[in-house]
């Protein structure tokens, strides 16, 4: 989790020791939002990103294309 006070941002990320698929991509992402809920910092007034780290992930282009902050060991390391 990341936070900027001054502008209300809040960065919640999930990271996963595994490959996932795309759907596993979409669950984690689903039970992460579902999470934030829980998150009290200034509710109702701050703007929400979300982000998934692996281990590898399919679909993440189709997941930044939706604002999803999306990375896994290939975008680090060349194989």
């Keep these: 989790m ?16 595994k490959k996932l698929g ?6 984690v992402l689903h039970r ?4 934030s809920k829980h998150v009290q910092w200034p509710n109702g007034s701050r703007s929400e990103y979300y982000g998934i780290i692996a281990k590898e992930m399919a679909g993440k282009e189709n997941l930044r294309t ?6 896994d060991l290939g975008n680090f390391f060349s194989r």
């Design 2 to 17: 990341a936070l900027n006070l001054e502008t209300k941002e809040i960065l919640l990320v999930a990271c996963k020791w």
């Design 22 to 27: 795309e759907n596993d991509a979409l669950g």
């Design 32 to 35: 992460l939002k579902e999470k």
């Design 66 to 71: 939706d604002g999803v902050v999306a990375f």
